[in-house]
Structures are given as C-alpha cells and as structure tokens.
C-alpha cells in the first residue's frame, strides 16, 4: 500500500515560501518583544539608579559635614574632662553644647533589594552598592551610640554639682571619645566607597546650617 502526501495547492516551492515568511514574522515579532523589554528594563534600571545616587549624594554631605565637626568635638571633651577635674565642687553647667550629628538614610536602598530593577544591574555594581550602604548602616549605629554618649554626659553636667554624678564624667567623656573615633573610621571608609561609585555630596538635602566650629568655643 502507497501513502500520497498532498501536494500544496500551488506547488511545494510556494509552501516552503509561505512557510518562511510566517517564520520570519515571528522572528521579528520576537526580537521586537525582546526590544521593548530590553528599553523598559533599562529604563527602570536608569530610574533606580538614579534615585540611589540622589540618596547617597546626600548621605555623602551629611558625613563630610559629621566629619567636619570632629575637630572641635574632641576640643569640647578635652575642655569638659578638664573643667570637671578643676571646677569647684558646687558647680555644674546647666545648657552645655552638644554636637549636631546628622543621620544617613537608606530608604531607598531598601526598595532596591526587592525591586526586580535591581537584578538587571551588573553584578560588580550591585556589590558597590550593598557596599556603601552596609557602610551606611554602620555609620548610623556608630552614630546612635555616639549621641547616647553626649546626652549621658549632658546630663551628668547639668547635675555636676552632685558628687556622684561629677564622677561620672570622665568616664563618659572617654566613652564619647571612643564613639568618635569609631564613627570617624566608618566614615573615612564610607568615603571611600563613594569615590568608587562617582558619587558627589549634594547638601541640598541639609535642611540647616550647622557651625562646625562652634564647640571649639570656651566651655
């Protein structure tokens, strides 16, 4: 028994014609597809970035500007260490300065990691990024633990004139030191993770003007 195939109606040579251009169109239909993704996906990585490099632009500022204070904070500490250990024991100073620390934010960076925009970054800048903002993390609980310090040790000034609380001081003050240099360290790292990543500080987000200089006044 012989089996026939049809033949196409107008002959295999248009079937096969007919058959590549459906296969063509589809090709096309696909890379255009790929295309319009590839433009949205870079469009929503371009947006991401973005908004990350406004944050840390900011967190940059921020940092010169806790930086900056450096100076005269540890001139404070050494003028309190001093007045406590010299200073009569009736006295104690009610309003004493503190610094004005400014905190980093990380907002941003926490949409980062569940945005599916995130996994389109290359691989090295995502690390740059996860980088930077552990540093900034570190950074924030180096602050946290610095200004807890200041308002100990305000708080044992205001009350100087009670013994027990003169006592206190030179304790705290070497713990403030101690916060400082910690915060100084991750800071001068953290630096160095935005000049990696082209990230330059903007202090438009610094909503006052902080004198930097202030705490090197006399006590």
């Known amino acids: 028994m012989h089996f026939h195939l049809p033949k196409p109606l107008h002959g295999w040579r248009a079937f096969v014609g007919e058959v590549g251009i459906i296969v063509i169109g589809v090709l096309i239909a696909l890379g255009a597809e790929q295309v319009v993704e590839a433009l949205h996906w870079r469009s ?3 947006e991401l970035r973005a908004a990350m490099r406004v944050e840390l632009s ?3 500022a921020r940092t010169e500007e806790n930086l900056a204070q450096n100076p005269c904070m540890l001139a404070r500490l050494d003028a309190i260490e001093h007045w406590a250990s010299t200073a009569s024991q009736g006295a104690r100073i009610a309003n004493p300065e503190r610094p004005f620390l400014w905190n980093d934010h990380s907002s941003t960076w926490d949409i980062a990691k569940t ?3 995130a996994t389109h970054l290359g691989l090295r ?8 903002y552990d540093s900034i993390a570190n950074e924030q609980r ?3 633990d610095e200004q807890q310090s200041w308002e100990d040790l305000v708080a044992s000034l205001a009350s100087a004139n009670k013994p027990q609380n003169r006592d206190l001081i030179e304790r705290q003050v070497e713990i403030a030191r101690q916060h400082l240099e910690a915060r100084e360290s991750n800071a001068r790292s953290l630096l160095r993770r935005f000049d990696a990543l082209g990230v330059r500080p903007d202090s438009g987000g610094i909503a006052i003007s902080v ?3 202030r705490l090197c006044r006399p006590l």
């Open 44 to 46: 929503e990585v371009g």
């Open 58 to 60: 900011a967190d940059r």
């Open 125 to 132: 800048e995502r690390l740059e990024y996860a980088g930077a």
């Open 142 to 144: 180096y602050l946290f």
């Open 211 to 213: 004198d930097v200089r």
């Open 115 to 117: 945005s599916p925009a």
